[in-house]
């Protein structure tokens, strides 16, 4: 074969003899791809949509494109290197926020980062218009148009209108986007009469392709993000198992004295020793109970969850009030999400030793957890202070008997004679993972129950 090893030589050779046309050589310039890039980048991260998760994913996109666009013209003059430097910090902020927004966390830097990536696209704005023109200075040339230095002041009417004029209407959006759309056929016609005039560049050698680097970057911040939400939206408690231990004379005496006294016994065994300590003063009590069929939810699904409310009298005009509240076995075993909505009397009295506790079993064995409770206050209607305690919380994946009680101690003022209070329990219905967020009204069912108890005699009003 040794005849068509020397015609292979010298078909290569004669081909390296060819020259490809002007048009393809232009077509595939560093220089070329790397402006377009870097106009693509400006223009997903100046303008986004909010539908479809788009205002994240066109963000993400336009800022690898920028990095890429000033990677590859870095070492052309200090100010390309400079923008390259600020589009991966443009960059890393993205991705670290996209992450955030993810988690519980985004509100404490909701504020901040959009100013800090404002300022950074600013100069990304300033450097990319020093560095084209140092560009035509290296070739003793003088643009004759700067559109990059429209862009600058473009974009600093665009942060002005943000700041001062958030909601300009349509008009003021139309001439902005139209202003846009003639800056980047600006930058366009820039580059090109650059190329026109004999620039060309080398680019800059890089260990990771573009289509690696689009890879590596999309595929761990999708991971990290689903992560994240998976975490965020399933809130974590501090479960332990119930010790069954024998109880002290005291604390039996207590129960014993609260059953004779009305406390149901049911809810009685769900109270830990050291609530049972509390209501050694006890001396009258008194119950509701709600069946579930008596409370359909907004949501219109079946949610039958049983609400039973005990007061207990500690002194003349001061009751701890306890809010018992157990699932039925067909809840779904992996809701992401529960609140509780507890209502004190709006009597501007402020609740106090306000606690509670989550309980269920896993694989037979008995937990429970404290209820995070908040205690909140507002203004109603007629100018008196409502307090609420509210929690929200998600119970283990996949246990059984979900149950929990939530209590606080109110002082009566001289003129009231009676006690009212009421329950809401949410739960989620569906879940929107991303951006993060506590349980919506709009997405949950919800059961609630009312009850009013009279100091004299001291019972459930009917």
Request: proline share 6%.
């Amino acid at each position: 074969m040794p005849e068509w090893d020397a015609f292979d030589l010298e078909l290569a050779d004669s081909m390296t003899d060819l020259t490809p046309p002007e048009q393809t050589l232009r077509a595939v310039t560093p220089w070329r791809d790397a402006v377009r890039r870097i106009v693509l980048g400006l223009c997903l991260t100046c303008f986004t949509l909010s539908f479809w998760y788009l205002q994240y994913v066109l963000p993400a996109v336009g800022a690898v494109e920028l990095y890429l666009g000033f990677r590859t013209l870095r070492r052309t003059n200090r100010w390309f290197r400079a923008a390259w430097m600020i589009s991966a910090c443009k960059a890393i902020l993205l991705y670290c926020n996209l992450i955030l927004l993810a988690t519980p966390f985004s509100g404490k830097w909701s504020a901040a980062l959009p100013v800090l990536s404002s300022v950074l696209t600013f100069f990304l704005f300033l450097f990319l218009r020093q560095g084209l023109r140092q560009a035509a200075s290296s070739i003793a040339q003088t643009p004759k148009r700067d559109p990059a230095l429209w862009a600058c002041l473009w974009y600093l009417v665009l942060m002005a209108l943000a700041l001062f004029w958030p909601q300009p209407g349509f008009g003021v959006f139309a001439v902005m986007v139209y202003a846009f759309c003639r800056i980047v056929k600006a930058l366009l016609a820039a580059a090109a009469e650059l190329e026109d005039w004999g620039y060309t560049v080398r680019a800059a050698p890089v260990r990771t392709g573009a289509r690696q680097l689009r890879r590596l970057f999309f595929a761990s911040l999708l991971a990290l993000v689903l992560l994240a939400s998976l975490v965020s939206n399933h809130l974590a408690i501090d479960g332990a198992p119930i010790e069954q231990t024998s109880e002290s004379a005291e604390t039996a005496d207590i129960r014993t004295r609260l059953a004779a006294l009305g406390f149901p016994a049911e809810q009685l065994g769900q109270l830990p020793e050291t609530e049972l300590e509390s209501l050694a003063e006890a001396d009258a009590c008194c119950f509701e109970a709600y069946t579930p069929s008596e409370h359909p939810n907004q949501a219109n699904v079946p949610f039958e969850v049983t609400f039973t409310t005990v007061y207990v009298r500690l002194a003349e005009r001061t009751i701890r009030t306890y809010h018992f509240f157990s699932l039925p076995e067909e809840t779904p075993r992996t809701v992401w999400q529960n609140q509780i909505t507890v209502y004190t009397n709006s009597d501007e009295q402020r609740p106090r030793d306000i606690t509670g506790q989550l309980r269920w079993t896993s694989d037979g064995t008995a937990m429970a957890a404290d209820l995070p409770l908040e205690l909140a206050e507002e203004l109603t209607y007629f100018g008196s202070t409502q307090y609420s305690c509210q929690a929200a919380f998600s119970f283990p994946f996949h246990t059984a008997d979900r149950q929990g009680w939530a209590a606080f101690t109110t002082d009566l003022r001289e003129d009231w004679f009676g006690m009212h209070s009421s329950i809401y329990y949410e739960q989620q219905l569906y879940k929107s993972f991303y951006p993060w967020t506590l349980l919506s009204n709009a997405a949950s069912r919800r059961a609630w129950a009312d009850s009013v108890c009279s100091l004299e005699p001291f019972q459930i009003d009917p």
